[in-house]
């Protein structure tokens, strides 16, 4: 099991850009594929990227050419840079790891969670 903390959420103007961060404990963070996720009120969480073991990426459609997955082993953090924000991007991110070298698309495909950091872009 690995623990997951994001940060740096927050209020935005449409346009504007924010960095999220998930700092994840243990020392196996290498082992973990890493995912995004977000969940806007009344809707199903969904996938935003991931990032694998070998630092591979995938994006949703939604998100592509405007958000950014990357990983820090050295700080055992995953980050999100998100530029070019619009009002429905508008939803509590969270961070989520599973152990393989695949990436997983859905939230079943992973086994731990982050509590999430709301991020709010105003038109």
């Known amino acids: 099991q690995v623990l997951l903390m994001e940060s740096g959420g927050g209020l935005v103007q449409a346009g504007g850009s924010l960095r999220l961060s998930c700092a994840a404990s243990?020392?196996?963070?290498?082992?973990?594929?890493m995912g995004w996720f977000r969940q806007a009120p009344g809707k199903e969480r969904e996938f935003v990227t991931g990032?694998?073991?070998?630092?591979?990426?995938y994006y949703a459609d939604s998100v592509k050419g405007r958000f950014t997955i990357s990983r820090d082993p050295a700080k055992n953090t995953v980050y999100l840079q998100m530029n070019s924000l619009k009002p429905e991007d508008t939803a509590v991110y969270y961070c989520?790891?599973?152990?393989?070298?695949?990436?997983?698309?859905?939230?079943?495909?992973?086994?731990?969670w982050g509590q999430g950091t709301q991020v709010t872009v105003s038109s």
């Open positions: 989520a790891a599973r152990v393989s070298y695949e990436l997983g698309r859905r939230p079943s495909d992973y086994n731990d």
């Open positions: 243990g020392r196996t963070f290498s082992s973990y594929t």
């Open positions: 990032i694998s073991r070998l630092s591979g990426t």
